[in-house]
């Protein structure tokens, strides 16, 4: 009787003990959510009216407090103000909603997919997704001026949305959904569209950085419970974002969103077609008192970079030069070589002697071969010009692609330098000279802009453009030398020349620079603009690239 009696009662102990357990959860539980719902009912409720009032000198403390909020355009001279890209992006908000969120939706879903695994989470998917009503504005725009093919603005932006943001996250069998809302982002992201290219949309890459830490805030929900609203825990989150974000992409560190593959836009060189140009036979007599006097012009078509020339030869129908040239390829495919033969007048323009082609898709790699081309009047097949005779032109040609390992990215993509092509002397190297443009050139007669490059003993010339102070070229000449020019200078002169017949100052000079190729030996590559000597503001920007 003892026994069943000790029995009984640590029978009711130990249900006595599971009872006041069970009985201390639910009573925790209950008072979290009235304790909850009582710190939100607790919040005021009546909000006054907002009073207007004009601002006064003498209201010192007032106006402190209002300059976080004056734009920056009006705090910095160097922000420019951008009501005009406010009103645009204002009217465009609805699509631009769009476009960002199924952008934003790409850009995040292998950056989750590669970070769910390690948190034994299933699945993460956006429910819903919408940046909402009301559009960021724009406080003012800092743009940088670089002489790199890149545009750099810093835009300040202010952001008070109403973003609707619904993730679906799965673990473990259970499905949980967080909404954020209400979100606020104030920043000045650095912004970079590089490399400038000429296919729409002009860049291949934007590159998105955060020069400071940004202010962020929002609501986020979890099962319909704001958690932002529990003390504590909204400090922390809005800490733990601006460090998670300052940690991935303030500068230098940056987002790149590719929209074009940079190869492809970039057209980087593929090799190098050497043509030998050897001689031509039985051209037809120009000039009324005597021979001809041929040269030959060769071109890339479609390529602007400067046409190169032979010599000329006076008077000679049956003219030999034996003069070598470099054409770097970029798209071997599609190129065409393009010859054509002119008789040199000391007066008036000269005349075209014939003409032809040859697509580089005929050459086989590394193979030497030698054509005989009929020059013609026009490229017209059906043209019966072209039955006319007009003598031939012999050339050599051989056209060298670059081995794998000396296929280097284009410059401007990635700071990298290409290798001098096979053949260049060992001791020596291929000295690249790109002439992309000039501003503030001042003629007094005329303002027709060309460049004349003067480099051991041999000239080259940019085409002419016609009645502009701000000329932009792009072209590239290139020199093989059997060793580095480090005690050599290449002298740049800008001309300005008129076609007008009779014109007393039918040339004359806008400046000229002369330069140190030390430099360029040195660091391997040097792009800067040069103050033109003789020229009141003038500058040329000279790109110089020395390549082994």
Known sequence: ??????????????????????????????????????????????????????????????????????????????????DWLNRFIENMWPYLDRAICATAKNIAKPIIDEQTPQ????????????????????????????????????????????????????????????QVLDLQV??????????????????????????????VDFGLKLLGVDLMAIPGLYRFVQELIKDQVANMYLWPQALEVQIMDPEQAL????????VTVVKAVKLQRKDLLGK??????????????????????RSNLNPEWNE?????????????????????????THEEMGLNVVPLKDLTPDEPK????????????????????????????????FKEDEMLDD????????????????????????????????????TNPHVRLLFKGEERKTKRIKKNRDPRWDEEFQFRLEEPPTNDRLHVEVYSTSSRIGLLHSKESLGHVSINLVDVVHNRRVNEKYQLIDSRNGRVQIELQWRT
């Not at 912004?191 to 998105?208: E, H, M, N």
């Not at 001809?292 to 030869?313: C, G, I, W």
């Not at 070589?337 to 007066?347: C, G, I, K």
């Open 1 to 82: 009787m003892g026994l069943l009696s000790t029995i009984f009662g640590i029978l009711c102990g130990f249900l006595n003990s599971i009872f006041s357990l069970f009985a201390f959860g639910i009573g925790t539980s209950i008072g979290l959510v009235i304790g909850y719902y009582a710190f939100i009912n607790a919040l005021p409720t009546d909000v006054e009216d907002v009073k207007v009032c004009p601002l006064v000198e003498e209201d010192l403390e007032t106006f402190q407090r209002l300059i976080p909020e004056i734009p920056l355009w009006v705090k910095n001279p160097d922000f420019d103000r951008v």
């Open 119 to 178: 948190y034994k989470i299933q699945s993460v998917e956006f429910e819903t997704f919408t940046l909402g009503t009301i559009p960021p504005t724009f406080q003012g725009m800092k743009v940088y001026t670089t002489d790199d093919k890149e545009l750099i603005m810093e835009p300040s932006i202010k952001w008070a949305g109403n973003p609707n943001i619904i993730i679906a996250v799965t673990a473990y069998g259970l499905k949980a959904t967080i």
């Open 186 to 215: 104030f920043g000045i992201p650095r912004i970079t569209l590089k490399p400038l290219v000429g296919i729409f949309p002009c860049f291949a890459s934007i590159f998105v950085s955060l020069m400071n830490k940004p202010h």
């Open 267 to 274: 057209k980087r060189p593929l090799g190098i077609l050497d």
């Open 292 to 313: 001809s006097d041929p040269y030959v012009k060769l071109n890339l078509r479609e390529e602007k970079v400067a046409f190169k020339k032979t010599t000329v030869k």
């Open 324 to 348: 070598e040239f470099s054409f770097v390829i970029k798209d071997p495919a599609t190129q065409v070589l393009e010859l054509r033969v002119y008789d040199w007048d000391q007066v008036g």
């Open 370 to 401: 030698i054509l005989t081309l009929v020059l013609l009047k026009t490229l017209n097949p059906n043209d019966p010009q072209n039955d006319k005779p007009r003598g031939q032109l012999v050339i050599e040609l051989v056209y060298k692609p």
């Open 411 to 446: 410059i401007d993509d990635s700071g990298k330098m290409e290798k001098a092509p096979e053949g260049t002397p060992a001791g020596g190297g291929l000295l690249v000279i790109i002439v992309h443009e000039a501003q503030d050139l001042e003629g007094k007669y005329h």
